[in-house]
């Protein structure tokens, strides 16, 4: 009866009529219902074309359509509706197709999604007129883009006045907005706490992005307690409203059991939907997950095909993952070019295990002439097309004769080319000047490309540095800056460096005599099996050069150095045995 009554009424006016659409809708009769409203919004009621443009954006009793749900939504913003400003500007801001002037109105064109274009400026423009008008969520919405716009539109205290309003209005986004303002901006455990607390109320209202955050600070317990179940939680529940990160930290957390029980088959789930929406790191896990089978035997094809996808989103140790497998054949036919592709890739985003595996496939032992000779024009190639990593690689084939040629002289041109750009080729650049090989000796140039390097925190550059300085080779002697280079080499873990700083240290050189710290560099060279170090180690030991003496301890350090054929350590032993061996015979008589 009340819809006969709402059909009469709905003749009469237009208020009218789109109660009766309305009703249509609640009851069912969706496609009739948004095709009377569809008549209201022609008739120019605001409510009634917002009401439309929603049923475009939504789907509702019409197709689904961004270009007539935009269009709609624009017709009743101009006409002051506020909340259809407040969607009008979200659209703007991300993404609505590209638009085409037609006379005094504007068209929408094109809806395919690579045609969809952002305007910051315009979503600023509507999300402002509907915040002034009192809407909490566009009071948000604006508090967002003055704190994540375009750099010339932002404004962090003016942000966080919106997200204040919209908060205390009750908008969940409002809270979200302000725990991440504050959580930027905190620098103590205060801070933390207070932006937690604001994240926490946006996350009991049911928004991912805010479980997600609050679940980083709890796994971290920055602000709040440090409770792994409590954050996997969250991330549980993030993950289920649709947020990429926490999937992939969810199925992270059930694969290693981490604040809930292991549950390996839950994990892979979570992990690929994460990757298949387009999260590198949930990618990479499952090749790696693939790659090492764990209960089964590994899937190296599969492996790959995770590997590739976090690959191509920039993923430098997925591009590396897939060059091992390439230079291994796991899964595939063996392709050292490939392989080399691969590293490249991975070393060229930073990975710095990747570069070394690039110049190491030119040594590997088992690499064929065949091999080398792919990766010479592999490289070549590259080094042709400006890539300075290749350059170095390309230039130590021709420096070695690696599947090609021995050309010194095109080795040196290619290093210079790659020094530019890669300190590895600064300290062999360095070197070759040095030496002379394939260019005119030059040994000031090459202490001047070799400190380039050691600024650089080369190891090895630094030896060679501070060797120079010590000598005076190319440049001033400098024992003070050399043992400096020593120490920085020497605690990067470079044993040449413990020995040859220990030495420095011990005495006749231009700095200070410290035997107990020459005594200690000399046990870490020794520990790493450094020949001299353990001669030098026995010396001090036997002799007390630091302060203290232990014979015992003396001798296992010389028989191991003697046992590296250092001349020396034979004749330490030589001597301590003839210096025991009366001793001995007392004792014994």
Request: charged share 20%; hydrophobic share 50%; net charge neutral.
């Amino acid at each position: 009866m009340k819809r006969v009554f709402s059909a009469l009424g709905a003749r009469f006016s237009s208020r009218a009529r789109l109660a009766h659409a309305l009703r249509l809708i609640e009851d069912g009769d969706v496609v009739a219902g948004v095709a009377l409203l569809g008549s209201v919004a022609e008739a120019g009621m605001p409510e009634a074309q917002f009401r439309v443009g929603r049923a475009y954006l939504d789907g509702t009793g019409v197709p689904p359509s961004l270009v007539e749900g935009a269009r709609w939504m624009r017709r009743a913003a101009e006409a002051g509706w506020v909340e259809a400003r407040m969607v009008l500007g979200t659209l703007y801001l991300f993404g609505l197709p590209r638009e085409s002037a037609e006379g005094q109105g504007v068209r929408l064109v094109a809806e395919t999604p690579g045609d969809r274009v952002s305007d910051p400026v315009e979503a600023a423009r509507w999300a402002l007129l509907a915040a002034e008008a009192g809407s909490p969520d566009a009071q948000a919405l604006y508090g967002y883009i003055l704190a994540d716009g375009p750099a010339d539109m932002r404004d962090p205290a003016a942000a966080e006045g919106w997200f204040s309003r919209a908060a205390a209005a009750g908008c969940p986004q409002g809270h979200l907005g302000l725990g991440l303002v504050w959580m930027r901006a905190a620098t103590d455990e205060a801070g933390h706490a207070r932006a937690a607390a604001s994240l926490r109320l946006a996350a009991d209202a049911g928004l991912g992005s805010a479980q997600f955050l609050l679940g980083a600070l709890t796994e971290q317990g920055r602000g709040v307690a440090r409770d792994s179940a409590a954050a996997t939680a969250l991330y549980g529940r993030a993950a289920e409203a649709g947020v990429r990160a926490a999937q992939a930290r969810f199925g992270l957390a059930l694969l290693e059991g981490r604040g809930c029980a292991r549950d390996a088959t839950r994990a892979e789930s979570w992990l690929r939907r994460a990757a298949l929406a387009g999260d590198r790191e949930a990618a990479s896990l499952l090749g790696d997950r693939y790659a090492s089978g764990g209960d089964l035997p590994p899937n190296y094809i599969e492996a790959a095909q995770w590997y590739r996808r976090a690959a191509s989103a920039g993923h430098a140790a997925s591009w590396r993952a897939l060059g091992m497998l390439a230079l291994t054949g796991a899964g595939q036919p063996r392709d050292v070019t490939e392989a080399a592709r691969c590293f490249r890739q991975a070393a060229a985003l930073g990975d710095g295990r990747a570069g070394a595996d690039l110049g190491n496939l030119l040594l590997d032992q088992d690499a064929s002439e065949d091999d080398r000779r792919d990766l010479g024009r592999y490289f070549a190639h590259a080094a042709e097309a400006g890539d300075p990593v290749a350059a170095f690689n390309f230039s130590i084939c021709l420096s070695q004769g690696l599947g090609m040629a021995r050309d010194e002289q095109a080795a040196a041109g290619w290093m210079l080319r790659a020094a530019d750009g890669v300190v590895n080729a600064q300290y062999w650049y360095g070197r070759m000047l040095l030496d002379g090989r394939g260019c005119a000796a030059d040994a000031a140039a090459g202490r001047s490309w070799i400190a380039r390097a050691a600024e650089s925190g080369m190891a090895d550059a630094q030896v060679a540095l501070a060797q120079l300085m010590l000598t005076g080779r190319g440049g001033p002697r400098d024992h003070a800056a050399a043992a400096v280079l020593y120490r920085a080499a020497a605690e990067q873990g470079q044993v040449d460096a413990m020995f040859s700083l220990g030495a420095l240290l011990g005495g006749g050189h231009d700095v200070p005599v410290d035997r107990p710290q020459a005594q200690h560099w000399f046990r870490m060279a020794a520990e790493r099996g450094n020949a001299l170090g353990q001669l030098m180690l026995g010396r001090y030991l036997l002799r007390g050069l630091a302060g203290v003496t232990d014979p015992a301890e003396a001798r296992q350090w010389l028989e191991r150095a003697a046992a590296q054929g250092v001349p020396d350590a034979v004749a330490e032993l030589a001597r301590l045995g003839a210096a025991a061996g009366p001793a001995a015979g007392a004792g014994a008589g």
